[in-house]
Each structure stands twice: as C-alpha cells, then as structure tokens.
C-alpha cells in the first residue's frame, strides 16, 4: 500500500503550519532540471522551501542531442548529469520513481515501483505530499495509431533508446561486409519517417557516421551505392512546422548529400523490413526510425481531472497554472500554453527554448508564492529556429518576432548559435567552470577516440 512519505515519515508540512513549503517538481527534463536546480540554489539552500525532483532514470541527457547519440556522433555518457549528484551539489532532493497518478484533494503524487534492469524493485510504491507541484514530463514520439510502429520502428525518445538504435545500426554494417552473397534489396537503407527537426538532423548526422563508420575497415561496403537514407514526409514539405524558407534551405542540403526526401508520403504501415505508404508501395527498409510528431505521456490524459488536450498535455493558464487546480503547474512540452500575442487558439510550439523560459519564470511564481504575492502570466519570446544538418552546415533564423521579422542564418555562424543553445542550458546546470572545464575535456577525449561510437 502507498504511504504519503513526505508527510506522515519525518517530513516537511505545510506552511500553514509554519514550516517549510513543499516543491515538488516531476520530471527532470531540460526545463524540470533547470528548475530544480534554480530553486535549489535559491530556496532550497537557504531554508526557504523543500524543492524535490522526482525522474524515472538515473541520469539527464539534453534532448535535442539524441539524433548525436543514435548516429553514433556523440558519447552518452560525456554530457549525461547525474541526478543523484546534482542534487547534492544544489540543495535539492532526488527521487527515483515514475508518477502514476495524482491525489489532489491530499495533495500527493504517487509514484510507481522502480525496478532495475535485472528486474529487482529497489524502491516500493510511494506517494509524496506537495504544497506547490510542477509537472515537467516531456513528451514521446506519436503513432498516430499506425500499425507496427511499436513492433518495428525505432523511437528516439530516451538515451537508452537512442543507443540501441546505434547498436542495431553498426551490426547490420558489420554483418553486411562479413556476408559473401550480394546485399538484398533494402538492405543497409534506413528509412526516416517525419521531416520534421529530428528527421532531417537525423538524416544529416547519419550521412555523415556511416560513411565514417565505413572507412574502419568496412571496405566491401560501398557507401555511394549501398547506403540509403530515405526520409518521408506526410506533409507538402519537410519541416512543416518551421519557416517555408528555412525547411528549403534544409532540403537544398539533404539534397546535395544524397537523402531521398519523399514529402506527401504519408505511412499506413511499419512492416518488419520496409514501410508501406497510403498508395500501396513498400519501401523496403532495414531500419525504420519513427520521428513523427509528438504527445505528452498517456498517464496525463486523466490525472485526477486536471484538463488535458488531445495530446495528453496538460492545458495551462498564463501563469502555467493548470485550470482545474491552481496548486499544480506544468511547463515544458507536456503542457498546452496559451501564446500571448500570437493570435487566439495558438499555443507555445514544443521547443527547448520554451521549456528553458518557463523554468526560469516558475523560479519567480514560486518565489511570489512564498511571498503571498499574484502571480505573473508568461510571455513566450520567440528566438527563432535552428535545424542542424551535423558537420555539413546549420539553417536557421533567429530572433522570430522578437523584432518583428527574422535574420536568416547558415553555415559556420549559424551553427555556432546552434552549440551555443546546448551551451546556456549547461550553464544553466553547473554554472561558468565546470562547463569551460568540461568542454575543454570533451575536445581533448574527442582526438583520443573514434569520430564514430563503434559499439
């Protein structure tokens, strides 16, 4: 049986009765960890609240590093944070557990078992007691109810995930040049479904890998004629989502590097070694990565009556209260944020901008909570977009309308801006030094090592 830990084991009340004010913040994404740890510094250190982070895994990666990870640029465990650590080093609780459901009218979460990968619970079922609740889940790849996704295709949605993408992907190299008989038809071609931000730097960065990943000796391979990427796109366009002029920039360039872009492809079924579209024609496919669209996680779609859209996100005021509960609040993709100024019925794109900005105005609603004072509603200011195509170049435009028009970005300049986004989230985390310190021991581990994870 659940037991509310954080009240009735020795724990913090509320400060009716003058004692500490209970945060509790689920989820330790880009904007969850950011908070927590703004708020650790802040209040808890100084006594001022009890700030607790709760997260289903051990270890933070920033998202928008998968597609890195899966292409096998990136090493895992160099830009990880370790919650447990972090922490520790800024005056928060961590606890381990994934929430389950939401008891509002006690005000606990309840947070499921957590059993490891040897399938041992180490913790049991829990619940814990909140004065204010931050809800910072993120979202996960969308189906759309298209059969064999779950069976078939690659989701790049957690580190974990994405690494064993990788591993899939440097076998099938390894097995096509131990083989002694010709490649079969569709073998060693990946297909990429969604164009959107992750598709298109997907396909850029696996351009790149594989042919690296080649030059190790796999030399029966000819990249030029038995690697193909395939990227497919239900829309007109890829980025669909983006600025028109942006996503033709992106698709000059998948161009030149050889990626087949096939828009108003839609998808009727992932198969197990191909795809097959709406009009009837299979794709035959390897690998099959689905990267189409996006939802907040099923648990929210009925959390103890808070409203939710039909994307399972969380529908939030201005102030990021939940309408149903002024106690709870939710930033970051898993919430349905009205857009200040952009028209009626339009809602902040999931961006990790958005999700930074939300965490940095929540550190100020909390502190105007403890203070008994109105909240602030929050204003979404739109610093453009960016798309990485790996080493090859960087699209973009920045500012949006925070001056009323854009300035077109690409090439060199461009990703830099694109470096120093992932760069103001580790300041955000640890702070000048140790991301001067850390950067200069990446650069220095990156000559040491193969320019491709080989495992």
Not at 92 to 104: A, H, N
Not at 197 to 210: D, F, K, M, S, Y
Not at 394 to 411: F, P
Not at 417 to 436: D, R
Request: proline content about 5%.
């Amino acid at each position: 049986m659940m037991t509310p830990d954080s009240r009735a084991q020795g724990s913090v009340p509320v400060n009716e009765s003058g004692r500490l004010h209970e945060v509790l913040v689920v989820g330790g994404g880009a904007g969850g960890l950011e908070l927590v740890t703004r708020l650790g510094d802040r209040l808890g250190r100084r006594r001022r609240a009890r700030v607790t982070l709760i997260e289903k895994t051990r270890a933070h990666f920033w998202k928008p590093h998968l597609h890195e990870i899966a292409a096998g640029s990136m090493d895992l465990g160099s830009y990880e944070t370790n919650y447990l650590a972090q922490s520790y080093w800024h005056g928060f609780r961590y606890l381990i557990g994934e929430m389950t459901g939401l008891d509002r009218a006690r005000r606990l979460v309840q947070v499921a078992p957590f059993v490891d990968e040897d399938g041992d619970q180490v913790t049991p079922a829990r619940a814990f007691g909140y004065d204010t609740l931050v809800i910072a889940v993120g979202s996960l790849t969308h189906d759309f109810g298209v059969p064999g996704v779950a069976q078939n295709a690659f989701r790049i949605d957690t580190p974990s995930e994405a690494e064993r993408f990788h591993r899939r992907l440097v076998n099938a190299f390894i097995r096509a040049h131990a083989q002694r008989t010709a490649l079969r038809p569709g073998q060693l071609q990946v297909a990429l479904i969604g164009a959107g931000a992750t598709g298109v730097e997907l396909a850029a960065e696996l351009h790149r890998t594989t042919r690296t990943l080649v030059s190790y000796g796999l030399d029966r391979i000819d990249p030029d004629k038995d690697i193909r990427l395939i990227l497919l796109e239900a829309s007109p366009r890829i980025l669909p989502a983006l600025p028109e002029r942006l996503a033709k920039g992106a698709m000059r360039l998948l161009e030149q590097l050889g990626v087949r872009v096939r828009t108003s492809s839609r998808v009727q079924e992932v198969l197990p070694d191909g795809v097959r579209l709406a009009s009837g024609e299979i794709v035959p496919a390897e690998l099959v990565v689905w990267a189409a669209g996006i939802k907040a996680p099923e648990f929210l779609r009925d959390l103890d009556g808070l409203e939710a859209n039909a994307l399972n996100q969380l529908v939030v005021t201005a102030t990021l209260q939940t309408t149903r509960d002024a106690h709870v609040f939710a930033i970051g993709d898993c919430a349905a944020c009205p857009w200040i100024g952009a028209g009626p019925g339009q809602l902040v794109p999931p961006r990790a901008q958005a999700a930074h900005q939300q965490a940095s105005h929540m550190v100020g609603q909390i502190d105007r909570i403890l203070q008994g004072r109105p909240l602030r509603p929050w204003r979404y200011r739109d610093f453009g977009s960016l798309v990485s195509l790996g080493e090859y170049s960087t699209v973009g435009n920045l500012m949006g309308g925070l001056i009323g028009g854009n300035i077109w970005i690409e090439g060199y300049f461009a990703r830099m801006m694109y470096v120093s986004l992932y760069k103001l989230h580790e300041l955000a985390l640890h702070g000048a030094w140790k991301v001067a310190l850390d950067t200069l021991a990446r650069m220095i581990t990156r000559r040491t090592e193969p320019r491709v994870k080989l495992h």
